[in-house]
Nanobody, 115 residues
Framework: QVQLVESGGGLVHPGGSLRLSCVVS????????MGWYRQAPGKQRELVAR???????NYADSVKGRFTISRDNAKNTAYLQMNSLKPEDAAVYYC?????????WGQGAQVTVSS
C-alpha cells in the first residue's frame, strides 16, 4: 500500500519561507506525477502545484512566483519550497498523485503564517 509522509511545516511570519517534503513509499515514485494540495479550515482541498514524471510544473495562480515544486526520484521525495508566505497560505499541506485516483492521504504538514 502506498504511504505518504509529509514534513517541514511550522509557524512562520509573513514573508517567511518553508520547505515541505513528502516521502512516498509503496509505489514506483518516478513514474507518477505528483501534486501538493492544501486545505484551510472551512475550505475545500485545493491543488497548489504539480509536477509530472518529466519534471514539467504548474502552479495555482495564488502561489505562482512564490512556490516551487520539485522532486528527487532517487529519494522517492517531492518538495514544495514556499517563499514570501502570506497569512492566506496557512493550511494543512498534503502531497498525492496528480491527477486522481488518489492514494490514501497522509497526515499532512501544518503551515501557520502569523505575525
Amino acid at each position: 500500500q502506498v504511504q505518504l509522509v509529509e514534513s517541514g511545516g511550522g509557524l512562520v511570519h509573513p514573508g517567511g519561507s518553508l520547505r515541505l517534503s513528502c516521502v512516498v513509499s509503496g509505489t514506483i515514485f518516478r513514474f507518477n506525477a505528483m501534486g501538493w494540495y492544501r486545505q484551510a479550515p472551512g475550505k475545500q482541498r485545493e491543488l497548489v502545484a504539480r509536477i509530472t514524471a518529466g519534471n514539467n510544473t504548474n502552479y495555482a495562480d495564488s502561489v505562482k512566483g512564490r512556490f516551487t515544486i520539485s522532486r528527487d526520484n532517487a529519494k522517492n521525495t517531492a518538495y514544495l519550497q514556499m517563499n514570501s508566505l502570506k497569512p492566506e497560505d496557512a493550511a494543512v499541506y498534503y502531497c498525492n498523485k496528480w491527477p486522481g485516483t488518489y492514494w490514501p492521504w497522509g497526515q499532512g504538514a501544518q503551515v501557520t503564517v502569523s505575525s
